[in-house]
Protein backbone atom coordinates (compact mmCIF):
# COMPACT_ATOMS: atom_id res chain seq x y z
CA UNK A 1 0.00 0.00 0.00
CA UNK A 2 1.00 3.90 -0.42
CA UNK A 3 3.18 5.21 1.86
CA UNK A 4 0.88 7.99 3.11
CA UNK A 5 -1.87 9.13 4.81
CA UNK A 6 -4.29 9.14 2.03
CA UNK A 7 -6.69 11.79 1.23
CA UNK A 8 -10.51 11.22 1.24
CA UNK A 9 -12.93 13.21 -1.40
CA UNK A 10 -15.50 12.89 1.12
CA UNK A 11 -14.21 13.86 4.82
CA UNK A 12 -15.76 13.25 7.40
CA UNK A 13 -16.94 16.49 9.98
CA UNK A 14 -14.97 15.94 13.14
CA UNK A 15 -17.04 15.37 16.51
CA UNK A 16 -16.75 18.19 18.87
CA UNK A 17 -18.76 16.67 21.44
CA UNK A 18 -20.22 19.91 22.32
CA UNK A 19 -23.99 18.99 21.10
CA UNK A 20 -24.34 15.74 22.66
CA UNK A 21 -22.59 12.96 19.51
CA UNK A 22 -19.34 10.67 20.38
CA UNK A 23 -16.36 10.36 19.35
CA UNK A 24 -16.17 7.93 16.92
CA UNK A 25 -12.83 5.58 18.52
CA UNK A 26 -11.09 2.84 16.56
CA UNK A 27 -8.64 0.69 18.60
CA UNK A 28 -5.45 -0.98 17.12
CA UNK A 29 -3.80 -3.20 19.34
CA UNK A 30 -6.54 -3.74 21.71
CA UNK A 31 -5.37 -6.94 23.41
CA UNK A 32 -2.32 -6.06 25.59
CA UNK A 33 -2.74 -4.23 29.02
CA UNK A 34 -2.71 -0.79 27.53
CA UNK A 35 -5.57 -1.60 24.97
CA UNK A 36 -7.95 -3.38 28.14
CA UNK A 37 -7.40 0.02 30.24
CA UNK A 38 -8.26 2.02 27.11
CA UNK A 39 -11.85 0.10 26.38
CA UNK A 40 -12.53 0.48 30.43
CA UNK A 41 -11.92 4.00 30.21
CA UNK A 42 -13.95 4.55 26.88
CA UNK A 43 -16.82 2.51 27.76
CA UNK A 44 -17.35 4.76 30.56
CA UNK A 45 -16.60 7.68 28.28
CA UNK A 46 -19.77 9.87 28.20
CA UNK A 47 -19.08 10.91 24.70
CA UNK A 48 -17.12 8.16 23.40
CA UNK A 49 -18.13 5.35 21.14
CA UNK A 50 -15.66 2.51 20.44
CA UNK A 51 -16.71 1.25 17.01
CA UNK A 52 -13.71 -1.48 16.79
CA UNK A 53 -10.91 -3.11 18.80
CA UNK A 54 -8.31 -4.89 16.81
CA UNK A 55 -6.69 -7.37 17.56
CA UNK A 56 -5.55 -10.17 14.50
CA UNK A 57 -4.69 -12.98 16.85
CA UNK A 58 -8.09 -12.82 19.04
CA UNK A 59 -10.55 -11.84 16.32
CA UNK A 60 -14.06 -13.10 16.96
CA UNK A 61 -13.55 -13.15 20.34
CA UNK A 62 -15.35 -11.64 23.47
CA UNK A 63 -13.29 -8.50 24.81
CA UNK A 64 -14.17 -9.60 28.18
CA UNK A 65 -12.18 -13.13 27.49
CA UNK A 66 -8.99 -11.60 27.25
CA UNK A 67 -10.22 -8.26 29.60
CA UNK A 68 -11.68 -10.24 32.46
CA UNK A 69 -12.17 -7.06 34.57
CA UNK A 70 -14.93 -6.03 31.50
CA UNK A 71 -16.73 -9.45 32.13
CA UNK A 72 -20.56 -8.41 32.38
CA UNK A 73 -19.62 -5.03 31.31
CA UNK A 74 -19.57 -5.15 27.27
CA UNK A 75 -20.31 -7.63 24.21
CA UNK A 76 -17.78 -5.99 22.14
CA UNK A 77 -15.82 -8.88 20.03
CA UNK A 78 -11.86 -8.32 18.64
CA UNK A 79 -12.09 -7.58 15.33
CA UNK A 80 -9.31 -7.92 12.41
CA UNK A 81 -10.95 -5.29 10.38
CA UNK A 82 -9.65 -1.46 10.46
CA UNK A 83 -12.46 0.51 8.94
CA UNK A 84 -10.67 3.69 9.36
CA UNK A 85 -13.16 5.26 7.25
CA UNK A 86 -15.87 4.89 10.15
CA UNK A 87 -13.93 6.39 13.05
CA UNK A 88 -12.68 9.81 14.13
CA UNK A 89 -9.88 8.76 16.54
CA UNK A 90 -7.34 5.97 16.43
CA UNK A 91 -5.41 5.13 18.98
CA UNK A 92 -2.10 3.10 18.52
CA UNK A 93 -1.75 0.51 21.52
CA UNK A 94 1.42 -1.15 19.59
CA UNK A 95 4.75 -2.12 20.97
CA UNK A 96 7.70 0.29 20.31
CA UNK A 97 8.56 0.37 16.63
CA UNK A 98 4.92 -0.49 15.41
CA UNK A 99 3.29 2.42 14.65
CA UNK A 100 6.13 4.20 12.46
CA UNK A 101 5.68 0.36 10.60
CA UNK A 102 2.05 0.85 10.30
CA UNK A 103 2.25 3.62 9.31
CA UNK A 104 4.40 2.99 6.15
CA UNK A 105 1.96 0.14 5.44
CA UNK A 106 -1.63 1.29 5.87
CA UNK A 107 -3.18 4.75 4.71
CA UNK A 108 -5.57 6.26 7.47
CA UNK A 109 -7.52 9.14 6.02
CA UNK A 110 -6.10 12.68 6.44
CA UNK A 111 -9.29 13.85 8.57
CA UNK A 112 -8.76 11.11 11.50
CA UNK A 113 -6.99 11.84 14.50
CA UNK A 114 -4.31 9.76 15.39
CA UNK A 115 -3.00 9.21 19.76
CA UNK A 116 -0.25 6.95 19.15
CA UNK A 117 1.27 5.19 22.90
CA UNK A 118 4.25 4.12 21.79
CA UNK A 119 7.37 6.14 21.43
CA UNK A 120 8.19 6.14 17.92
CA UNK A 121 6.72 9.33 17.30
CA UNK A 122 7.84 11.37 20.49
CA UNK A 123 11.23 13.27 19.57
CA UNK A 124 11.12 16.09 17.57
CA UNK A 125 12.85 19.48 16.62
CA UNK A 126 11.21 23.21 16.35
CA UNK A 127 8.09 21.58 17.66
CA UNK A 128 7.31 18.90 14.95
CA UNK A 129 8.82 15.07 14.40
CA UNK A 130 11.76 14.41 12.82
CA UNK A 131 11.30 10.77 11.54
CA UNK A 132 13.96 7.92 11.23
CA UNK A 133 12.55 7.01 8.08
CA UNK A 134 13.24 9.10 5.09
CA UNK A 135 10.12 7.74 3.06
CA UNK A 136 7.80 8.88 5.18
CA UNK A 137 5.68 11.98 3.80
CA UNK A 138 5.16 15.28 5.46
CA UNK A 139 1.57 14.28 6.33
CA UNK A 140 2.92 12.64 9.28
CA UNK A 141 5.42 15.08 10.26
CA UNK A 142 2.73 16.69 12.90
CA UNK A 143 2.81 14.72 15.68
CA UNK A 144 2.55 16.86 19.13
CA UNK A 145 4.30 15.68 22.26
CA UNK A 146 1.19 14.82 24.39
CA UNK A 147 1.91 16.43 27.54
CA UNK A 148 -1.27 18.27 28.79
CA UNK A 149 0.73 20.28 31.62
CA UNK A 150 3.53 21.29 28.67
CA UNK A 151 1.62 21.11 25.16
CA UNK A 152 -1.82 21.89 25.80
CA UNK A 153 -2.52 24.68 23.13
CA UNK A 154 -0.90 22.68 20.89
CA UNK A 155 -2.56 19.36 21.91
CA UNK A 156 -5.91 21.30 21.02
CA UNK A 157 -4.68 21.94 17.46
CA UNK A 158 -3.49 18.55 16.51
CA UNK A 159 -3.97 16.35 13.91
CA UNK A 160 -1.75 13.54 15.39
CA UNK A 161 -0.77 12.99 19.18
CA UNK A 162 2.55 11.40 20.37
CA UNK A 163 1.57 10.34 23.85
CA UNK A 164 4.49 10.50 26.78
CA UNK A 165 5.75 7.36 28.15
CA UNK A 166 5.36 6.24 31.70
CA UNK A 167 8.57 7.31 33.39
CA UNK A 168 8.62 9.96 31.09
CA UNK A 169 5.57 11.35 32.55
CA UNK A 170 6.29 11.08 36.00
CA UNK A 171 9.77 12.29 35.85
CA UNK A 172 8.61 15.34 33.57
CA UNK A 173 5.53 16.88 36.15
CA UNK A 174 8.63 16.43 38.88
CA UNK A 175 11.23 18.65 37.22
CA UNK A 176 9.06 20.95 34.66
CA UNK A 177 8.86 23.84 37.30
CA UNK A 178 12.62 23.28 38.16
CA UNK A 179 13.10 24.02 34.28
CA UNK A 180 10.87 26.84 33.93
CA UNK A 181 13.30 28.70 36.91
CA UNK A 182 16.21 27.72 35.33
CA UNK A 183 17.71 25.59 38.28
CA UNK A 184 18.59 21.94 36.21
CA UNK A 185 22.25 23.20 35.90
CA UNK A 186 24.07 20.58 37.55
CA UNK A 187 23.52 16.55 37.11
CA UNK A 188 19.74 15.52 38.27
CA UNK A 189 20.41 12.36 40.26
CA UNK A 190 16.42 10.69 39.21
CA UNK A 191 15.28 7.40 40.68
CA UNK A 192 12.25 5.80 39.98
CA UNK A 193 10.47 2.36 40.71
CA UNK A 194 7.47 0.87 38.46
CA UNK A 195 4.68 -1.54 38.77
CA UNK A 196 5.19 -5.12 36.59
CA UNK A 197 2.68 -3.87 34.24
CA UNK A 198 4.52 -1.38 32.72
CA UNK A 199 6.52 -4.44 31.23
CA UNK A 200 3.34 -5.17 29.07
CA UNK A 201 1.15 -8.33 29.09
CA UNK A 202 3.48 -10.74 27.26
CA UNK A 203 5.00 -12.58 30.35
CA UNK A 204 8.68 -12.47 30.93
CA UNK A 205 11.25 -13.71 33.25
CA UNK A 206 10.99 -10.43 35.08
CA UNK A 207 7.42 -10.55 35.16
CA UNK A 208 6.95 -13.67 36.60
CA UNK A 209 4.80 -13.70 39.95
CA UNK A 210 7.24 -15.97 41.63
CA UNK A 211 10.48 -13.73 40.51
CA UNK A 212 8.80 -10.46 40.89
CA UNK A 213 6.81 -10.58 44.15
CA UNK A 214 9.14 -9.33 47.36
CA UNK A 215 12.16 -8.45 44.99
CA UNK A 216 13.38 -5.46 43.46
CA UNK A 217 15.78 -4.53 40.47
CA UNK A 218 17.15 -1.86 38.69
CA UNK A 219 17.00 -2.70 34.47
CA UNK A 220 18.46 -0.10 32.06
CA UNK A 221 20.94 2.32 34.17
CA UNK A 222 21.59 5.43 32.75
CA UNK A 223 20.34 4.48 29.20
CA UNK A 224 16.49 4.17 29.38
CA UNK A 225 14.67 5.04 26.26
CA UNK A 226 12.66 7.65 27.82
CA UNK A 227 15.69 9.63 28.64
CA UNK A 228 15.32 11.79 25.39
CA UNK A 229 11.62 12.74 25.72
CA UNK A 230 12.17 13.88 29.25
CA UNK A 231 15.43 15.95 28.01
CA UNK A 232 13.53 17.16 25.00
CA UNK A 233 10.56 18.53 27.42
CA UNK A 234 13.18 20.23 29.74
CA UNK A 235 14.77 21.75 27.40
CA UNK A 236 11.67 23.13 25.90
CA UNK A 237 10.70 25.17 29.40
CA UNK A 238 14.24 25.57 30.55
CA UNK A 239 15.57 26.49 26.71
CA UNK A 240 18.88 24.74 27.47
CA UNK A 241 19.80 21.63 29.02
CA UNK A 242 23.81 20.97 29.65
CA UNK A 243 23.05 18.97 33.16
CA UNK A 244 22.81 15.27 32.99
CA UNK A 245 19.52 13.66 33.90
CA UNK A 246 20.76 10.31 35.58
CA UNK A 247 17.76 8.13 35.62
CA UNK A 248 18.23 4.17 37.61
CA UNK A 249 14.50 2.82 36.69
CA UNK A 250 13.38 0.29 39.25
CA UNK A 251 11.14 -2.59 39.12
CA UNK A 252 8.68 -3.07 41.72
CA UNK A 253 6.99 -5.94 43.12
CA UNK A 254 3.72 -4.62 43.06
CA UNK A 255 1.53 -3.95 39.80
CA UNK A 256 0.73 -0.52 38.84
CA UNK A 257 2.04 2.85 39.79
CA UNK A 258 5.19 4.59 39.21
CA UNK A 259 6.81 6.74 42.29
CA UNK A 260 9.84 8.62 41.91
CA UNK A 261 12.36 11.24 43.53
CA UNK A 262 14.52 13.99 41.97
CA UNK A 263 16.80 15.38 43.56
CA UNK A 264 18.28 18.61 42.32
CA UNK A 265 21.46 20.98 43.36
CA UNK A 266 20.47 25.04 44.12
CA UNK A 267 20.75 27.79 46.58
CA UNK A 268 17.21 28.65 45.53
CA UNK A 269 15.17 29.20 48.64
CA UNK A 270 12.82 26.08 48.85
CA UNK A 271 9.70 28.57 49.87
CA UNK A 272 10.00 30.06 46.76
CA UNK A 273 10.64 27.09 44.84
CA UNK A 274 7.50 25.38 46.04
CA UNK A 275 5.33 28.48 45.62
CA UNK A 276 6.40 28.41 41.82
CA UNK A 277 5.65 24.84 41.49
CA UNK A 278 2.60 25.83 43.14
CA UNK A 279 1.83 28.48 40.23
CA UNK A 280 2.70 26.25 37.80
CA UNK A 281 0.28 23.44 38.02
CA UNK A 282 -2.46 25.45 39.17
CA UNK A 283 -4.63 24.96 36.38
CA UNK A 284 -3.55 21.87 35.46
CA UNK A 285 -6.35 19.49 35.49
CA UNK A 286 -4.66 16.05 37.00
CA UNK A 287 -1.32 17.49 38.76
CA UNK A 288 -1.41 18.18 41.89
CA UNK A 289 1.26 19.78 44.40
CA UNK A 290 0.66 18.14 47.88
CA UNK A 291 1.98 19.89 50.92
CA UNK A 292 2.70 16.61 52.56
CA UNK A 293 4.80 13.89 51.64
CA UNK A 294 3.06 11.67 48.83
CA UNK A 295 2.03 7.73 48.63
CA UNK A 296 1.43 5.48 45.61
CA UNK A 297 -1.64 4.64 46.79
CA UNK A 298 -3.42 8.14 46.33
CA UNK A 299 -2.57 7.97 42.56
CA UNK A 300 -3.18 3.88 41.60
CA UNK A 301 -6.50 3.54 39.43
CA UNK A 302 -6.39 7.14 39.03
CA UNK A 303 -5.22 9.62 35.89
CA UNK A 304 -4.00 12.01 38.76
CA UNK A 305 -0.38 12.95 39.45
CA UNK A 306 1.15 14.68 42.60
CA UNK A 307 3.99 16.48 43.38
CA UNK A 308 5.55 17.24 46.34
CA UNK A 309 8.89 19.24 46.64
CA UNK A 310 11.41 19.05 50.11
CA UNK A 311 14.12 21.76 50.52
CA UNK A 312 17.74 20.76 51.90
CA UNK A 313 20.87 22.75 52.39
CA UNK A 314 21.56 23.26 48.59
CA UNK A 315 19.66 20.60 47.56
CA UNK A 316 15.94 19.86 46.40
CA UNK A 317 14.09 16.65 46.99
CA UNK A 318 11.60 16.29 44.26
CA UNK A 319 8.82 13.57 44.70
CA UNK A 320 6.22 12.61 42.13
CA UNK A 321 3.73 9.64 41.84
CA UNK A 322 1.23 8.22 39.01
CA UNK A 323 -0.31 5.35 37.78
CA UNK A 324 2.06 3.78 34.64
CA UNK A 325 -1.34 2.89 33.20
CA UNK A 326 -3.56 5.88 33.38
CA UNK A 327 -1.23 9.20 33.77
CA UNK A 328 1.22 6.93 32.25
CA UNK A 329 -0.64 5.45 29.30
CA UNK A 330 -4.41 5.31 28.80
CA UNK A 331 -5.32 7.65 31.06
CA UNK A 332 -3.28 10.89 29.52
CA UNK A 333 -4.43 9.30 25.90
CA UNK A 334 -7.85 9.49 26.81
CA UNK A 335 -6.99 13.20 28.35
CA UNK A 336 -5.16 14.00 25.08
CA UNK A 337 -8.17 12.51 22.94
CA UNK A 338 -10.56 15.14 25.23
CA UNK A 339 -8.36 17.92 24.16
CA UNK A 340 -8.84 17.07 20.40
CA UNK A 341 -12.57 17.12 20.16
CA UNK A 342 -13.12 20.36 22.69
CA UNK A 343 -14.23 18.38 25.52
CA UNK A 344 -13.82 19.20 29.10
CA UNK A 345 -9.96 17.82 29.95
CA UNK A 346 -11.43 15.43 32.72
CA UNK A 347 -14.36 13.97 30.72
CA UNK A 348 -14.58 10.14 31.67
CA UNK A 349 -11.47 10.32 33.62
CA UNK A 350 -13.13 11.16 37.32
CA UNK A 351 -11.78 8.07 39.18
CA UNK A 352 -11.32 7.03 42.37
CA UNK A 353 -7.56 6.15 43.63
CA UNK A 354 -7.75 2.54 45.09
CA UNK A 355 -6.13 3.88 48.54
CA UNK A 356 -7.62 0.66 50.47
Not at 222 to 234: D, G, P, V
Not at 275 to 298: G, M, N, V
Not at 311 to 325: A, M, P, Q, V, Y
Amino acid sequence: MENQIAKVSTPLPHREGQGGESVRVGILGAAGYTGGELIRLLLNHPQAEIVFANSESNAGNLVSSVHEGLIGETKLKFTDEMPFDKVDVVFFCFGHGKSEAFLKEHSIPEDVKIIDLAQDFRLRSTGVQEFRSSDITPEHHDFVYGLPELNKELIQKAQHVANPGCFATAIQLALLPAAMLHLLNADVAVNAITGSTGAGQKPGATTHFSWRADNMSIYKPFQHQHIAEIRQSLMQEQGYLSASIDFIPYRGPFARGIFCTAVVKTDAPASDVIAAYKEYYRYAAFTHYCDSPIDLKQVVNTNKALVHVDGFEGKLLISSCIDNLLKGAVGQAVQNMNLLFGLDETTGLRLKASAF
